[in-house]
């Protein structure tokens, strides 16, 4: 199941995904025990084949896909209280 989860994750950085795919499946991943060292890992070993700029960009869009992230937990926290 982990191998399946870093896969995607992969797959996402190779065809230039948006943020809310990397939000779906960075929240997959986790819940089967895949920490971020490990995606960084995937980052780094798929690089030198879909280039540093499509990593760099995926780089991006996980940084957003985890502030969207962030604002639905406050969201979230705000209508609970």
Known sequence: VQTLA???????VAVDAPP???????EAAS??????????GVLIAVA????TARVASATGKIVDALD???D??????QSEE
């Open 72 to 77: 639905v937990a406050d969201v979230v926290a």
């Open 68 to 70: 969207i992230a962030l």
């Open 31 to 40: 819940e089967v025990g895949i920490d971020p060292e490990e995606v960084r």
């Open 48 to 51: 030198p084949i879909v280039g």
């Open 20 to 26: 809310v795919s990397y939000l779906l499946n960075l």
């Open 6 to 12: 870093l896969v995607r994750i992969a797959a996402l």
